[in-house]
């Protein structure tokens, strides 16, 4: 596998309206970001993911925009942008900015002229049909409910959008809509970001001719998932931008890419593939249901593991995957992928390693650092998320009591990891002089920044250990380059695997469980390089572990 910065990198995900708010309106913004570089260079990361900054109306948090090449007001100023860039660079930290051009916002210019008239020269920048039988074209569901038509009174047609109505869908068949995204790529490229993490881009080819496909849904309607499965060639469209823009500039790309054909793996990751990276989603996806959250269980420790490692094996001798227990789309990770009643320290110290040491490119989400858990929401009205509130509304036409319904899909809610940043204990932990637009995490008076920096055994000191160790020379070896092979897979509660190098050999073991548990160990142990407590009782070759122990050896 060839050596590259990007792959050595470790990257820290920023939800800017969460992350600190520098002027008191109660959103966070590019200045509050700048004060915080600090933070992030001390813990350890060189690369920032933010999602988006741009010009939008706000109707999904900034992924719909209506100005590519401007800032969002509450956000800030081009010019303060251009300063946390020159900022970041000093620390050697890199910024990727977030891709999103499936859709724009409707109130978008090429949009709001798209649909002024049928004859207007951006009309095919969208997707345009007319009404079938008085009615929708097809029967495909945006992904946040509901029909993924909308009627224009103005042109009696209506326009695809699979996320939200003011997310129209761009038409990628035309190569004019191509040129003008290649353009702003290259744009923001020249000015000095080091890529993109590329938003919902397995929708920009869809399934020509658009007719009904299967229902999924009691409403009659088919998630335009399906139709994306369906959908052939987007590859061609893939490397045209990568070839365009990402390419000569050597930039990093990592896609949000869900329903990949089975073999298109090489395509996407590979040495000539279209992008550096892909998440792996394959653990976020665990028990999702066409029929809603309200049906969704949870995730099992042997689901897990046998997620991770399924997408280990896949990605080995391609590329390079990009790994997560959470962002702001998902609940956070340690509520969601550790049984209830079993979230503490310990146990959050083991996901964050498991999954930190897996092969592939780690992702820290804002908050994750410090042990952040969900939400008790208690009311409906306390949610700001669309997609937690469309999925309530499934919940209770599906017959669940409001309070089920609110209990059922709080813990999946987007919400969840969308709450402020918690620096520290004082009113409104520290991220805002004003009122919060979204409410903070009740907990922030106990888990928040200040409280763990320094502080022996903190969950922050622990990432930033993990960080060191990751980002050492010394192991490179193994845990960057080497290959992941299973350990004991079979043995139920336990997570293990090696990083084995070809000069080295770093075993990771957690006890995903409550109980104690035996483990043989393949060899020799070097050195300990990490543990999550303070015993270490081996006897020979066992080693007895604590419930949600967690070790990184480095084998002899
Ligand atoms: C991606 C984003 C999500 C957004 C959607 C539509 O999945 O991560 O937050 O709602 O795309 O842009
Ligand atoms: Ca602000």
Redesign the pocket.
């Known amino acids: 596998m060839n050596k590259n910065w990007w792959k050595e990198s470790v990257v820290y995900q920023i939800y800017p309206r969460s992350f600190c708010d520098s002027n008191h309106d109660g959103i966070g913004d590019l200045n509050g970001i700048r004060g915080k570089l600090d933070y992030l260079k001390e813990l350890g990361i060189n690369v920032i993911w933010m999602?988006p900054v741009y010009k939008s109306p706000n109707d999904?948090?900034g992924?719909?925009i209506s100005d590519y090449q401007d800032i969002m007001d509450e956000f800030g100023t081009m010019e303060e942008f251009d300063a946390l860039l020159a900022e970041a660079h000093q620390r050697g930290i890199k910024i990727v900015m977030?891709l999103?051009v499936?859709?724009t916002s409707d109130e978008h210019a090429w949009f709001v002229e798209s649909r002024s008239s049928r004859t207007s020269e951006k009309h095919d920048y969208y997707i345009w049909r007319e009404a079938k039988d008085g009615k929708e074209p097809n029967n495909w569901g945006s992904?946040?409910s509901g029909s993924a038509w909308e009627w224009d009174e103005n042109l009696q047609m209506y326009y695809l959008h699979?996320?939200s109505k003011k997310?129209p869908d761009l038409n990628w068949e035309n190569p004019e809509v191509r040129e003008d995204i290649y353009k702003m790529i290259n744009w923001w490229l020249d000015k000095g970001v080091a890529g993109f993490r590329i938003?919902?881009i397995m929708n920009i080819k869809k399934k020509l001719p658009f007719y009904n496909l299967p229902a999924d849904r009691d409403d009659g309607m088919c998630s335009t998932a399906r139709m994306l499965e369906e959908a052939e060639g987007i590859e061609v469209f893939l490397n045209e931008m990568a070839d365009r823009t990402f390419k000569p500039h050597n930039a990093f790309a990592v896609g949000?890419v869900f329903n990949e054909k089975p073999d298109a793996l090489p395509s996407i990751i590979g040495e000539d593939g279209c992008f550096s990276s892909m998440f792996d989603f394959a653990e976020t996806i665990l028990n999702k249901t066409d029929a809603g959250w309200y049906t969704q269980e949870p995730v099992t420790p042997e689901q897990y593991k046998e997620a991770c490692f399924g997408s280990q094996k896949r990605a080995e001798g391609i590329g390079f995957l990009s790994n997560i227990i959470e962002?702001?789309?998902e609940p956070r990770g340690v509520s969601h992928y550790i049984p209830e009643g079993d979230c503490c320290d310990a146990s959050k110290k083991m996901l964050g390693g498991l999954n930190y040491m897996l092969k592939g490119l780690p992702f820290i989400y804002q908050g994750q650092e410090l042990g952040m858990e969900n939400v008790n929401f208690q009311d409906i009205s306390e949610i700001d998320d669309?997609?937690t509130l469309d999925e309530y509304n499934v919940a209770l036409a599906a017959g669940l009591s409001p309070e089920e319904a609110l209990k059922k899909v709080s813990h999946f809610s987007?919400d969840n990891a969308r709450t402020p940043m918690p620096w520290d204990d004082s009113e409104n932990g520290g991220f805002t002089k004003g009122t919060p637009w979204l409410m903070m995490n009740p907990t922030f008076k106990e888990i928040n920044a200040a409280a763990q920096i320094n502080v022996e055994g903190s969950m922050y000191e622990w990432y930033k250990k993990l960080i060191a160790l990751r980002k050492n020379p010394a192991y490179e070896d193994a845990l960057i380059y080497g290959e992941t092979i299973p350990y004991l897979r079979e043995q139920k509660n336990l997570m293990a695997y090696m990083r084995k190098g070809q000069n080295q050999n770093i075993l990771v073991i957690g006890n995903f469980q409550r109980d104690a548990q035996d483990v043989v160990l393949p060899g020799a142990v070097k050195e300990v390089l990490m543990n999550n407590m303070d015993c270490f009782a081996q006897n020979g070759n066992v080693l007895h572990m604590e419930g949600y122990q967690f070790v990184i050896i480095e084998l002899a």
């Open positions: 999602s999904d948090n992924y719909d977030d999103v499936n859709h992904c946040f699979c996320f997310q938003d919902a949000e962002n702001h789309d669309i997609s987007r």
